[in-house]
């Protein structure tokens, strides 16, 4: 499946109050893995930068005056989305300032039921969790060290590694393409016993605690105790019915 990440920087937070994008990258995925193809461009918003958007991502005037302005790039932009779905981070913000952009350019906006939001999902998966894009690179150990302000092509590739972790990991897109009946052959409870060491936890200490209060108030012996007490055992009759569902 091709789907396509992306984020942008601008002037300020309303493109109905004369904000403009100032930056826009985009990385191509296939089946959560990159491909290679991206796209990037900085833009003239035709505009001052107020001082607050530049600490964020650094963009100032003068750098930014004799860019390509977003007219010219708007057309190049759509044939490389395509028809690919769209993925971003608090996708209503970049969304409102591409299809605004379009819509000076009498350009038909892109509907928003072709953008996934992972800051929704991080927020299904981790409620009550901090769910910016840094706060998600940490949990998942994504490597935040070549960043030190926000850039849309560096931000939409931190993205697209996030985004693979929470649809599940990059792995299993990998075994998702695998051939079924190999995987049927190599035994779903010889695999689980065989792995050679417990992954790390991905918790952080909040979510740790907030999940033990969770669990206190559901009396004094929820089932997944007898894990914690007797792993071993409990690995055991998790095997046995992964072999005997086999």
């Known amino acids: ?12 937070l309303d493109p109905t109050k004369g904000h403009r994008i100032v930056e826009i990258g985009a990385v191509e995925i296939s089946n959560l893995i990159p491909s290679g193809r991206t796209f990037h461009f ?12 530049f600490r ?18 708007a057309q190049s932009f759509l044939e490389f989305v395509g ?8 996708a209503e913000f970049d969304m409102r300032f591409v299809n605004f952009e ?12 072709r953008v996934v939001d992972t800051l929704t999902l991080a927020r299904r998966r981790h409620p009550g969790a901090s769910n910016t894009l840094d706060a998600l690179c940490q949990r998942y150990g994504v490597d935040l060290t070549r960043r030190d302000k926000h850039g849309a092509l560096l931000d939409a590739g931190l993205l697209a590694e996030v985004y693979a972790e929470l649809m599940g990991g990059r792995q299993s897109a990998l075994i998702l393409q695998a051939d079924a009946a190999t995987l049927a052959e ?11 060491q417990k992954l790390a936890p991905l918790l952080t200490e909040a979510e740790r605690a907030a999940h033990e209060a969770f669990v206190a108030k559901l009396g004094k012996e929820p089932m997944w105790l007898r894990y914690l007490a007797q792993p071993e055992e409990a690995e055991t009759e998790i ?5 005997k569902r086999a």
């Open 1 to 12: 499946m091709r789907e396509i990440v992306f984020d942008t920087e601008t002037t300020g």
């Open 42 to 53: 900085y833009l003239d918003p035709e505009r001052d930068m107020p001082e607050e958007a």
């Open 56 to 73: 964020v991502h650094g963009l100032s005037s003068a750098f930014l005056t004799g860019q390509k302005k977003f007219r010219e790039i």
């Open 83 to 90: 028809d690919a779905v769209l993925v971003a981070h608090n």
């Open 102 to 113: 379009l819509g000076l350019l009498g350009m038909e906006a892109i509907p928003f039921d």
């Open 186 to 196: 190599a035994g779903g409870g010889e695999l689980l016993r065989s792995r050679p």
């Open 239 to 243: 095997a046995s019915g992964i072999e």
